[in-house]
């Protein structure tokens, strides 16, 4: 019974919590006159003892007293004695691991969002260094358009920008005090629960005491947060492994954030990539796992909950290494502009911009110039030969309309990135005016603001 009942293996974990929750409830009881002063200051310094043996390693952690609220509760009343049992009074282990556990989601949120935070300013510097660095645009990984290296930068930090907007979302949320809820109908001593939720720094008590003790909705949006950015750091990490292969080389990672091959002297492998790439399968599997817990339990707490916190504790450990992981291989890594520049031009990458110049200084239907390409493309591959070294009458005769040389000035991948100047488009000076934006908003927020 003790093996599959305990959890104190794992939820010590939230002895910090659990401890200054209790510390917050001793005062409600002793500030409404339901403990007297004396018993809640003992109780209030007890704890701190309690905490103080934890933080020193010394805490006697015990698997038969079941778990972190028992465990800190009977050394509690070893330290202080009689006064200890007076602590529990208006709640119960149900709203107390509701609450402890929201607190340690909360703030591996404001630790997860900082990480992003870094991560995104990491982007925001290999933006600015390469914002005008020619690279090849995929659709299919198969070069599509040549677009701007900040470019490609500024579509992560818009990705990571959405993960920390949604764990702030998520957070916010969560943000109401199951304390006081008790066991599941509340209870009938005059608690004040708007006193302990303002200490523990919530928002508000939470309204519904079943939902209270029952709600694990906090977990899974944290979860759903956690998923939906391991899926992003995941593309980024096979963009990494890609990049830094033999076949494309756009990038060099450094020293640090690569790793040698035990046989063969020459490699540098891209490792952290893909345990980054890798961790998204058992967060997405910790997302699963709790969503199946949840499911189908009926109101209000099962122990079955008790089966959240592994699953959350690994999932915030996994995702807060392959952030930190991810920013320092951003980082440290270097492209390399002539090599990116060298296979944007490979490939026809500019058809497109021949058949916009074909409708915008020949009136021609999209349509028909997006013909007419095709076929000088296939004429400039079976010559081995670029767009731009087409004779004009050949060009001429497929148009079926008087060309000039002008026409050469949008073949070259410069002219074709330069003339994006779209809103959101890869031109570098758009691209210029977007890492401005994002790095005002950032200090905005670092001045008191609220994060993008
Ligand atoms: N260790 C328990 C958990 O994590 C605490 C709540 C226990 N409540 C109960 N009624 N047995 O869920």
Same mark, same amino acid.
């Given at each position: ?209 079943? #939902?209270? !003790?029952?709600? &694990?909705?906090? /977990?899974? $949006?944290?979860?759903?947060? +956690?998923?939906?950015? %391991?899926?992003? *750091? ?101 492209? #390399?502009? !002539?090599?990116? &520049?060298?296979? /944007?031009? $490979?490939?026809?990458?500019? +058809?497109?911009?021949? %058949?916009?110049? *074909? ?94």
């Amino acid at each position: 019974m003790e093996a599959i009942n305990a959890s104190i293996a794992f939820d010590r974990r939230l002895a910090h919590q659990d401890i200054e929750a209790s510390r917050a409830h001793a005062a409600m009881l002793a500030a409404c006159g339901i403990i007297n002063s004396t018993d809640g200051t003992a109780i209030r310094e007890g704890l701190l003892t309690v905490l103080s043996e934890i933080e020193a390693g010394t805490f006697p952690f015990s698997a038969a007293l079941e778990d972190v609220h028992m465990n800190v509760e009977t050394r509690l009343s070893d330290i202080i004695g009689e006064a200890a049992g007076r602590l529990h009074t208006a709640r119960s282990r149900n709203d107390q691991v509701a609450t402890d556990f929201r607190m340690w989601t909360r703030e591996r949120i404001d630790e997860l969002s900082d990480g992003l935070r870094q991560l995104i300013v990491a982007f925001l510097d290999q933006a600015e260094a390469g914002s005008g660095w020619i690279m090849p645009g995929f659709t299919h990984l198969q070069a599509a358009q040549p677009v701007t290296w900040g470019h490609h930068m500024m579509a992560y930090v818009e990705m990571f920008a959405r993960d920390r907007s949604r764990a702030l979302d998520a957070r916010r949320r969560m943000n109401e005090c199951p304390l006081g809820a008790a066991a599941l109908a509340g209870t009938s001593f005059p608690i004040d629960r708007e006193m302990t939720a303002e200490t523990l720094g919530f928002d508000r008590p939470s309204a519904n005491s079943l #939902d209270a !003790v029952s709600d &694990r909705d906090f /977990a899974l $949006d944290f979860l759903s947060f +956690a998923a939906i950015t %391991a899926m992003h *750091l995941s593309r980024l990490a096979e963009e990494v492994v890609v990049w830094a292969s033999p076949g494309f080389r756009f990038i060099t990672l450094s020293d640090r954030f690569s790793t040698g091959s035990s046989i063969m002297p020459q490699k540098r492998n891209p490792d952290a990539a893909e345990l980054i790439r890798a961790k998204t399968g058992r967060i997405n599997g910790s997302l699963m796992g709790l969503l199946t817990v949840m499911k189908g339990l009926p109101l209000a707490y099962s122990k079955d909950m008790q089966e959240d916190k592994e699953l959350l504790f690994d999932a915030a450990d996994s995702l807060a290494l392959a952030i930190a992981a991810m920013t320092g291989m951003v980082a440290d890594m270097t492209a #390399d502009p !002539v090599r990116m &520049r060298t296979l /944007a031009a $490979d490939g026809f990458p500019t +058809a497109t911009d021949l %058949a916009d110049w *074909l409708v915008r200084e020949r009136g021609m239907a999209f349509r028909d110039a997006h013909h007419a390409t095709g076929r000088l493309v296939r004429l400039a591959e079976s010559r081995g030969c670029e767009l731009a070294d087409i004779p004009l009458e050949d060009m001429q005769d497929i148009c079926g309309m008087p060309i000039g040389d002008s026409v050469r000035s949008v073949l070259t991948v410069e002219a074709s990135v330069s003339s994006r100047t779209s809103y959101g488009g890869t031109a570098p000076e758009t691209v210029r005016n977007q890492i401005a934006q994002w790095r005002q908003c950032l200090q905005a927020e670092m001045s008191g603001g609220t994060a993008p």
